[in-house]
C-alpha cells in the first residue's frame, strides 16, 4: 500500500511538473513597450493583515492581504517608468493598525518620489484601516453609494474566562517577571492600572488614525473626531461629510485615474497581483481536495494495519 501511495505521488508530481512546463511560456509578462503608460491597480481584498501570504501547495491560501505583498507591489509601480499612477481598488474591512502604518509609508514614499496620481475605489467595503489606506495618500476617492466605509477607530479586543474556569474545576497560575507581564491574561480581572496602559496605547494608535485622515482629506483633527466614533457609514453618507470625493464604480475610478494621469479615461492597466494562468492549479479548493485525499489514504492505511518499510542499501 505504501509503495502504491508514493508511486502515485511521484506520478502526481510529474504531471503537475508538465503541465507547468507547458504554460510556462503563456504566463510571462509581455514586454512592455518604451512608450506604453500604465495604472497599476493594487488590489487590496479581506482583512489587512503583516507579514507574508502563503504559497504552499498543501497550505489554505489566505481570506485577506498581506502588508508584505502590498509593500512590494508599490515599491515596484514605484521604480516601473510606465506606470503613470495607482488605482487601489479595495474591498476589505480593515486590519491591523501595524498593516496599515506600513502600506500607509509605501504609498507615501511612492507619492513622494515619483510625484504620481493615487486613486482609491471602494467596492463592497473599506473601511477602518481600509480606509486609512485610502484616506492617507489618495488624490480622489471613489465609493458606491452602498459601499460601508469609515469605521475611523481602534479597539483592542480581550476575553476573560475566571468564571467559566471556576464552574468547571480549573485554576490557573503563573510565575511572572514583572507585574504587567501578563496583562490581557483571560483567567483574572484586568485592574485599573492595566486597563489604563492600554487606553493610553489605544488613544496613542486613535490619535495617528485620526491625523492621517485629517491631512489626507485636508480636513481639520477636530472635524475627523466628530466622524471617528468608530461607526461605519454609505458610501453616500461619506461623500456628503467629506470622507469620499465621488460615487462611483471602479470604471468611473479608473478612467479618473487616466484623466489625472494624462492617459485619457481609458487607460492601459497592470496589476501586478493578477493570478497567472495556472494558479487554478494551485487554487485552495484543490489544496484542501489534496489534503482531505492525503488524509483518507493515510487513515484507510491506519485501519488495515500498521506496515513496516524497508530500506535496502
Known amino acids: 500500500m505504501l509503495k502504491k501511495i508514493f508511486i502515485s505521488a511521484i506520478l502526481l508530481l510529474a504531471v503537475t511538473c508538465f503541465i507547468l512546463s507547458l504554460l510556462k511560456g503563456n504566463n510571462s509578462p509581455k514586454p512592455v513597450l518604451p512608450t506604453s503608460s500604465y495604472v497599476t491597480v493594487i488590489n487590496i481584498n479581506g482583512?489587512?493583515?503583516?507579514?507574508?501570504?502563503?504559497?504552499?501547495?498543501?497550505?489554505?491560501?489566505g481570506t485577506g492581504t498581506s502588508a508584505?505583498?502590498?509593500?512590494?507591489?508599490?515599491?515596484?509601480?514605484?521604480?516601473?517608468?510606465?506606470?503613470?499612477?495607482?488605482?487601489?481598488?479595495?474591498?476589505?474591512?480593515?486590519?491591523?493598525?501595524?498593516?496599515?502604518?506600513?502600506?500607509?509609508?509605501?504609498?507615501a514614499r511612492f507619492k513622494e518620489t515619483t510625484n504620481k496620481p493615487i486613486v482609491a475605489s471602494m467596492g463592497d467595503m473599506g473601511a477602518s484601516a481600509a480606509y486609512w489606506l485610502a484616506a492617507c495618500q489618495s488624490d480622489k476617492i471613489y465609493a458606491d453609494a452602498s459601499t460601508l466605509t469609515g469605521s475611523i477607530g481602534v479597539y483592542m479586543p480581550y476575553m476573560n474566562t475566571e468564571e467559566l474556569f471556576k464552574k468547571i474545576g480549573i485554576s490557573s497560575g503563573k510565575i511572572k517577571s514583572g507585574v504587567h507581564k501578563d496583562i490581557l491574561s483571560p483567567d483574572r480581572q484586568m485592574t485599573p492600572e492595566e486597563r489604563a496602559i492600554l487606553q493610553k496605547m489605544v488613544d496613542e494608535m486613535f490619535d495617528q488614525f485620526v491625523t492621517t485622515v485629517a491631512t489626507g482629506r485636508k480636513m481639520s483633527p477636530e472635524q475627523v473626531r466628530k466622524l471617528a466614533d468608530g461607526r461605519v457609514y454609505t458610501g453616500k453618507q461619506a461623500k456628503e461629510l467629506g470622507l469620499v470625493d465621488e460615487l462611483g464604480n471602479y470604471y468611473d475610478a479608473l478612467a479618473a485615474t487616466g484623466k489625472l494621469a494624462g492617459l485619457g479615461d481609458k487607460p492601459l492597466v497592470k496589476s501586478p497581483s493578477g493570478k497567472k494562468r495556472w494558479d487554478f492549479i494551485f487554487n485552495a479548493q484543490l489544496k484542501n481536495m489534496l489534503k482531505q485525499a492525503v488524509t483518507e489514504v493515510l487513515q484507510g492505511q491506519v485501519k488495515q494495519g500498521p506496515a513496516t518499510l524497508q530500506v535496502k542499501g
Open 47 to 61: 482583512t489587512i493583515t503583516t507579514g507574508e501570504e502563503d504559497g504552499g501547495l498543501l497550505e489554505a491560501s
Open 68 to 107: 508584505e505583498t502590498l509593500m512590494k507591489e508599490i515599491r515596484a509601480a514605484g521604480e516601473d517608468k510606465s506606470v503613470k499612477a495607482l488605482l487601489l481598488r479595495i474591498n476589505s474591512p480593515g486590519g491591523s493598525v501595524t498593516a496599515a502604518e506600513e502600506v500607509g509609508r509605501e504609498l
